[in-house]
């Protein structure tokens, strides 16, 4: 047992700080609105915090009588340390005090879980000569093969089955126990490690009421309050209370839309929807890429001509979400409509043969981490493949000039409305329905505060927007424009929002 405790120990310190880095790495991205440089920071951080932490361990090695009982007392504080960290976090972080809080309690809990390592090692190794090799390797391998099954465990499946706040306090939970049996195992004193490990487990339930994503979640300027959350190891979801406007739907804390078709009020831009009904008169078969609350879905159901229509969406929280709202509800029972959890790339790869007349992409704001895998001309190629000859490609392209002009490069025409990409092998503008009876055809009963004196007003606040090509918006710019690449991520980082 000699040799085996500290391998037990180096393999729980591996798995339980790499699972808590994967959290802290979900905590500054929801915090920071999931920009790409969120997981550099917290890499950053945790690599300063894992060196700290082993400079302590080889202090302790020295000036410790008893290795293992050390290990065991720094192993118990780490496991307060990481609820103290969280509340302390959840405090600060609407503050001005917010990124050095969140360092030190990144760099703290690293550090102190990171020190057993020269602990273990220095326990786990044979006192004879020749045999210090061997034992020194079987100590790393354990926390090697800890440290590989953390990310996927925290990632994967405590995320899963628990909400962000209530993983950090299992994974608080384990540490204290780890600590409890080492210190055990350097005493044999069963019932002070029992008495110890039920000590500290009290005082960690203590801090089960939810508060860390509600004190992180945006949207609640004016005295709004949260009215649905949502987490999976996929991502958080909430909605925030938006009156008699629509509920605001965030999806990693940024704005995602609103539970709304309401063209009258036009809260979510939902003209842009509608839009659509003029620009493909004919449209059957449609496919969208992103659900959100559901509300461009529904919108786009109503179009009169359309008879199938396959929803991607990589997180079901988004079919939770809607099932509460019958504003958008019925699209979960509408027989044409198949909902696919998937991620949009894949999907469209994984299904070759598929062809639309529609592709409507809702993305995620262009400076966000991984939106080039959805605004890049090789996904734009993978999209036009999947396009019918007179098919459209319509991308929310947050105005982003250089998605516009990576799609101009990718097809034929291309064109903004508003904020997003119309792109097609044809010329659509040309075939638009001069009469607007399409879309006057939506405007009908089941429109929400619609009547027939106001349709014409609606329609013309449509058309309004001009379509703008790449040469257009060019004139504006003092730039020039790039296009997106899978390899280049320019959205996200050379034109990007920034971190701070």
């Not at 005493?187 to 490990?197: E, T, W």
Request: proline content about 3%; hydrophobic content about 45%.
């Amino acid at each position: 047992m000699k040799l085996f405790t500290p391998r037990i120990i180096a393999f729980w310190v591996g798995f339980l700080s790499l699972s808590q880095e994967i959290l802290w790495t979900r905590v500054v991205s929801f915090s920071y609105l999931t920009k790409p440089q969120a997981f550099a920071l917290v890499l950053a951080l945790y690599l300063l915090g894992i060196a700290m932490g082993a400079a302590l361990g080889r202090v302790a090695c020295r000036h410790s009588r008893d290795v293992l009982a050390t290990g065991g007392v720094i192993l118990i504080i780490a496991g307060v340390v990481d609820i103290a960290a969280l509340v302390l976090y959840g405090s600060a972080a609407n503050g001005a005090f917010s990124l050095p809080t969140l360092s030190i309690a990144i760099i703290t809990t690293a550090a102190l879980k990171s020190a057993l390592f020269p602990l273990v090692h220095h326990l786990g190794s044979d006192d004879v000569v020749s045999g210090k090799g061997v034992s020194f390797s079987r100590v790393y391998v354990s926390n090697v093969f800890g440290s590989s099954l953390g990310p996927l465990a925290g990632g994967l499946v405590l995320l899963q089955l628990a909400t962000l706040q209530e993983s950090f306090i299992a994974i608080s939970a384990l540490t204290t126990a780890l600590g409890c049996f080492a210190l055990w195992q350097a005493s044999k004193n069963r019932d002070a490690a029992i008495g110890g490990a039920l000590c500290a487990l009290i005082a960690i339930g203590l801090a089960a009421p939810n508060m860390l994503v509600p004190a992180l979640a945006a949207g609640k300027e004016g005295g709004r309050e949260i009215v649905t959350l949502i987490e999976n190891r996929n991502g958080i979801v909430h909605t925030v209370d938006g009156g008699s406007d629509g509920d605001i739907v965030f999806g990693n804390n940024v704005y995602d839309g609103r539970i709304s078709t309401d063209i009258l009020k036009n809260k979510n831009g939902i003209h842009r929807a509608y839009a659509l009904a003029e620009m493909h008169d004919q449209a059957r078969d449609v496919l969208i890429i992103g659900l959100s609350g559901g509300a461009w879905t529904k919108v786009v159901s109503n179009f009169p001509t359309v008879e199938r229509i396959d929803v991607v969406e990589i997180n079901p929280a988004y079919l939770e979400l809607i099932a509460k709202y019958p504003e958008v509800s019925s699209i979960l029972e509408d027989p044409r409509i198949r909902f696919h959890i998937d991620d949009g790339r894949r999907w469209l790869r994984l299904n070759p043969d598929k062809r639309y007349d529609l592709i409507v992409l809702n993305s995620i704001h262009h400076w966000r981490a991984n939106a080039t895998n959805l605004l890049s001309a090789e996904f734009m190629e993978l999209v036009r493949d999947h396009l019918e000859w007179q098919g459209i490609f319509y991308v929310n392209s947050t105005s982003s000039p250089d998605v516009l002009f990576t799609a101009s490069e990718v097809f034929k025409h291309a064109y903004r409305y508003d904020n997003f990409v119309a792109a097609s092998g044809v010329d659509f503008l040309e075939r638009m329905s001069l009469n607007k009876s399409r879309t006057s055809e939506i405007f009908g009963p089941g429109s929400p505060g619609v009547n027939a004196g106001e349709q014409g007003r609606l329609l013309e606040k449509i058309y309004s927007i001009p379509f703008l090509t790449v040469h257009d918006v060019r004139r504006e710019s003092s730039r020039d424009f790039e296009i997106v690449r899978d390899d280049n991520m320019i959205t996200e980082y050379k034109f990007g929002a920034g971190f701070f």
